[in-house]
C-alpha cells in the first residue's frame, strides 16, 4: 500500500458574531478555583503482550483532580503501569509516556499522543496496547473512540507500515489478536464486495464561530490502495459534515491540480504533497472558511490516518502555505506560525481542536432547553469557562438557535462572582449582590438556578451546586440553603 502514489449573509453574521466573541467570551483568568479532588473506582485494562491479552486491575477510590479529566488520570495512571511492568522483550516500555500534546478530547473522541516507544513494538504488541489504552479510558462512558499516535505518526496494522490502524473502539470482550485479524480481513480482496476496505477515520472539521476544527470518527469505504485514491476519499468525506456549525466545504477534489503524492521536502521522506488551484484561497473564503482552519483540518485528517506520512505540504497556485496567523477562541490564537521547513505537521495544529458543551438557554415557552456549543478542549472541563460561555448568552452558531440568555445582569462573570471552589462532588459558587436580579418569580429563578447547575453538572465530578450572594443563601423561593442537583425536568 506504500504505492498509494457566496460571500453570503450567514457569512457576514458569522463575522459580527467572532467580533462579539471575541470581545465578549475571553478566558476568566481570576478566580482560580482550588484545586479540587474527588474520589471513584477505576478499572484499568493492563496489557499482556505474551498472551495478546489483558489484566484487569480494579482501583477503589481513586482520587481524580477536577481539573483534568477523569480518561487523562486512567491513561497516566495505565502509562505507569504499564512501564513499571515492562520487561524483556518489551523493555523499551519502561520509558513510556505521552508526548505534547498529550492527551486531548472533541467530543466523544480522545486524541493521544505516545512517545516513541510504541513504534518499537511488533504490529500484535501495538494492537494490543493500544487496544488496552482504548478500553481502558472508554470504561467511564464519555470516550466513544481513540486516535493514537505515537512520535507524531499515525499507527499501523502490519511491520511495513502500509496499512493503517485508523481509530481504536472498545473490544473489553474480545482478545486483540481476533479483533486485528479482523481489521486485517477488511484490507483483502473480496469476490462479493466490491469496496476494497473499510477503515475508521478521524476527521477533522472546519467550524465558523469557534475558528477551530472539531472531531468526529467515520467508516470510510476506501476503494483503492493508492495514497490518491485513499487521500481523496478523506478530503471527500470533509466536504460532507453532518456536525451542526460546520460551514458546508466546497468539492476540495475539485480544486487540485495534480494527484497526491509522496515526496522529499528539506531533505525528509514521504511528505504528502497537495496541490491546489489558485482559486481555492477566494472559494474557502466565499464559504467562509479561513485558510488556517482548513490547513488545520487537512493535516490533522491525513497524517492522523496514514502511518508512512511524515507531514503534509500544501501547494496553492503553485506556493506552498509555509506561515499562518490563526484567528480563533483557542490559545494561541492571532500568534503566527511558521512552518519553516516546508510542510506541516499534526501538532501544529493540536491548539485548534475544539469541543462540545451542553449549555442552557429560554425558550419560546419560557422554558429551559439544552443547546451544545463548540469551545477551545482546553476550556471545558473549567467551570469558570463553562458560566462565562452562559452568561454570554446564545450564540448564533448553537445547535439550537433562537434561545435566550437566563442572566439579565451586564456586568461581566468576573465582576459578579466572587468566588468558586470544590470540594468532592459539590461547586460552590458565591456571587455579588448584582447577580441577584431575578425578584420574587419562581419560573425566573427556576430557570436562572438551573441553567447554571445543569451547565455545570455536566462536568464529569460535579453532581451538586451551592449558590450564596455575598456568603450567605440569598433571598428567594427556591431552597438556597442546600445545594441543588441537576434537575430532572431539564434532562436531555
Same mark, same amino acid.
Given at each position: 500500500?506504500?504505492?498509494?502514489? $457566496?460571500?453570503?449573509?450567514?457569512?457576514?453574521?458569522?463575522? &459580527?458574531?467572532?467580533?462579539?466573541?471575541?470581545?465578549?467570551?475571553? $478566558?476568566?483568568?481570576?478566580?482560580?478555583?482550588?484545586?479540587?479532588?474527588?474520589?471513584?473506582?477505576?478499572?484499568?485494562?493492563? !496489557?499482556?503482550?505474551?498472551?495478546?491479552?489483558?489484566?484487569?486491575?480494579?482501583?477503589?477510590?481513586?482520587?481524580?483532580?477536577?481539573?483534568?479529566?477523569?480518561?487523562?488520570?486512567? *491513561?497516566?495512571?495505565?502509562?505507569?503501569?504499564?512501564?513499571?511492568?515492562?520487561?524483556?522483550?518489551?523493555?523499551?516500555?519502561?520509558?513510556?509516556?505521552?508526548?505534547?500534546?498529550?492527551?486531548?478530547?472533541?467530543?466523544?473522541?480522545?486524541?493521544?499522543?505516545?512517545?516513541?516507544?510504541?513504534?518499537?513494538?511488533?504490529?500484535?504488541?501495538? &494492537?494490543?496496547?493500544?487496544?488496552?489504552?482504548?478500553?481502558?479510558?472508554?470504561?467511564?462512558?464519555?470516550?466513544?473512540?481513540?486516535?493514537?499516535?505515537?512520535?507524531?505518526?499515525?499507527?499501523?496494522?502490519?511491520?511495513?507500515?502500509?496499512? #493503517?490502524?485508523?481509530? &481504536?473502539? #472498545?473490544?473489553?470482550?474480545?482478545?486483540?489478536?481476533?479483533?486485528?485479524?479482523?481489521?486485517?480481513?477488511?484490507?483483502?480482496?473480496?469476490?462479493?464486495?466490491? *469496496?476494497?476496505?473499510?477503515?475508521?477515520?478521524?476527521?477533522?472539521?472546519?467550524?465558523?464561530?469557534?475558528?477551530?476544527?472539531?472531531?468526529?470518527?467515520?467508516?470510510?469505504?476506501?476503494?483503492?490502495?493508492?495514497?490518491?485514491?485513499?487521500?481523496?476519499?478523506?478530503?471527500?468525506?470533509?466536504?460532507?459534515?453532518?456536525?451542526?456549525?460546520?460551514?458546508?466545504?466546497? !468539492?476540495?477534489?475539485?480544486?487540485?491540480?495534480?494527484?497526491?503524492?509522496?515526496?522529499?521536502?528539506?531533505?525528509?521522506?514521504?511528505?504528502?504533497?497537495?496541490?491546489?488551484?489558485?482559486?481555492?484561497?477566494?472559494?474557502?473564503?466565499?464559504?467562509?472558511?479561513?485558510?488556517?482552519?482548513? =490547513?488545520?483540518? *487537512?493535516?490533522?485528517?491525513?497524517?492522523?490516518?496514514? #502511518?508512512?506520512?511524515?507531514?503534509?505540504?500544501?501547494?496553492?497556485?503553485?506556493?506552498?502555505?509555509?506561515?499562518?496567523? !490563526?484567528?480563533?477562541?483557542?490559545?494561541?490564537?492571532?500568534?503566527?506560525?511558521?512552518?519553516?521547513?516546508?510542510?506541516?505537521?499534526?501538532?501544529?495544529?493540536? +491548539?485548534?481542536?475544539?469541543?462540545?458543551?451542553?449549555?442552557?438557554?429560554?425558550?419560546?415557552?419560557?422554558?429551559?432547553?439544552?443547546?451544545?456549543?463548540?469551545?477551545?478542549?482546553?476550556?471545558?472541563?473549567? !467551570?469558570?469557562?463553562?458560566?462565562?460561555?452562559?452568561?454570554?448568552?446564545?450564540?448564533?452558531?448553537?445547535?439550537?438557535?433562537?434561545?435566550?440568555?437566563?442572566?439579565?445582569?451586564?456586568?461581566?462573570?468576573?465582576?459578579?462572582?466572587?468566588?468558586?471552589?470544590?470540594?468532592? +462532588?459539590?461547586?460552590?459558587?458565591?456571587?455579588?449582590?448584582?447577580?441577584?436580579?431575578?425578584?420574587?418569580?419562581?419560573?425566573?429563578?427556576?430557570?436562572?438556578?438551573?441553567?447554571?447547575?445543569?451547565?455545570?453538572?455536566?462536568?464529569?465530578?460535579?453532581?451538586?451546586?451551592?449558590?450564596?450572594?455575598?456568603?450567605?443563601?440569598?433571598?428567594?423561593?427556591?431552597?438556597?440553603?442546600?445545594?441543588? =442537583?441537576?434537575?430532572?425536568?431539564?434532562?436531555?
Amino acid at each position: 500500500m506504500k504505492t498509494m502514489t $457566496p460571500l453570503s449573509v450567514k457569512a457576514l453574521i458569522f463575522f &459580527f458574531t467572532f467580533c462579539y466573541l471575541a470581545f465578549t467570551v475571553m $478566558p476568566v483568568m481570576a478566580l482560580d478555583v482550588s484545586d479540587g479532588l474527588y474520589t471513584t473506582d477505576v478499572t484499568l485494562y493492563i !496489557p499482556d503482550f505474551e498472551s495478546a491479552g489483558f489484566m484487569e486491575r480494579h482501583i477503589s477510590s481513586a482520587e481524580i483532580r477536577t481539573d483534568s479529566s477523569l480518561e487523562k488520570t486512567l *491513561l497516566t495512571l495505565l502509562i505507569d503501569e504499564i512501564s513499571e511492568m515492562a520487561q524483556e522483550p518489551f523493555s523499551a516500555l519502561k520509558n513510556l509516556d505521552l508526548l505534547a500534546p498529550g492527551y486531548l478530547q472533541s467530543r466523544d473522541v480522545a486524541l493521544i499522543h505516545l512517545t516513541g516507544e510504541v513504534l518499537e513494538l511488533d504490529p500484535l504488541s501495538r &494492537f494490543t496496547l493500544c487496544q488496552a489504552i482504548t478500553n481502558t479510558i472508554c470504561v467511564p462512558g464519555n470516550i466513544k473512540a481513540c486516535l493514537i499516535m505515537s512520535d507524531g505518526k499515525a499507527l499501523s496494522l502490519d511491520e511495513a507500515q502500509t496499512i #493503517p490502524a485508523g481509530v &481504536f473502539a #472498545p473490544n473489553e470482550y474480545s482478545d486483540p489478536l481476533a479483533a486485528m485479524s479482523q481489521l486485517l480481513l477488511r484490507h483483502t480482496e473480496s469476490d462479493t464486495v466490491s *469496496l476494497h476496505y473499510r477503515g475508521n477515520t478521524a476527521l477533522f472539521y472546519p467550524t465558523s464561530a469557534g475558528h477551530g476544527v472539531v472531531c468526529e470518527v467515520k467508516a470510510l469505504n476506501y476503494a483503492s490502495d493508492s495514497l490518491a485514491s485513499a487521500v481523496r476519499t478523506i478530503m471527500a468525506a470533509l466536504s460532507e459534515a453532518d456536525l451542526f456549525d460546520i460551514p458546508h466545504l466546497p !468539492p476540495l477534489n475539485d480544486y487540485l491540480l495534480e494527484e497526491p503524492q509522496l515526496m522529499d521536502v528539506a531533505e525528509v521522506s514521504d511528505i504528502l504533497v497537495l496541490k491546489f488551484q489558485n482559486d481555492l484561497t477566494n472559494i474557502l473564503s466565499e464559504y467562509g472558511i479561513l485558510r488556517s482552519v482548513m =490547513m488545520a483540518s *487537512l493535516t490533522m485528517s491525513l497524517q492522523g490516518y496514514f #502511518p508512512w506520512i511524515n507531514g503534509v505540504r500544501c501547494e496553492i497556485g503553485g506556493d506552498a502555505i509555509l506561515a499562518i496567523v !490563526p484567528v480563533g477562541l483557542f490559545d494561541g490564537a492571532n500568534e503566527a506560525i511558521a512552518f519553516d521547513r516546508g510542510y506541516m505537521l499534526w501538532q501544529d495544529f493540536s +491548539h485548534f481542536l475544539l469541543t462540545d458543551i451542553d449549555l442552557y438557554f429560554v425558550n419560546e415557552r419560557s422554558e429551559l432547553s439544552e443547546t451544545s456549543r463548540y469551545i477551545p478542549s482546553g476550556w471545558a472541563l473549567d !467551570p469558570k469557562q463553562l458560566l462565562n460561555q452562559l452568561f454570554s448568552g446564545p450564540s448564533y452558531y448553537d445547535s439550537i438557535p433562537d434561545l435566550k440568555g437566563t442572566i439579565e445582569s451586564s456586568d461581566r462573570l468576573e465582576d459578579l462572582l466572587i468566588s468558586i471552589s470544590s470540594q468532592d +462532588h459539590l461547586l460552590s459558587l458565591d456571587f455579588r449582590e448584582p447577580f441577584w436580579t431575578v425578584g420574587h418569580n419562581l419560573q425566573n429563578e427556576q430557570n436562572v438556578v438551573y441553567s447554571i447547575v445543569n451547565t455545570l453538572t455536566r462536568l464529569p465530578w460535579c453532581t451538586q451546586v451551592r449558590i450564596t450572594v455575598n456568603g450567605a443563601a440569598p433571598d428567594g423561593l427556591l431552597a438556597y440553603h442546600t445545594p441543588f =442537583m441537576r434537575s430532572m425536568d431539564y434532562l436531555p
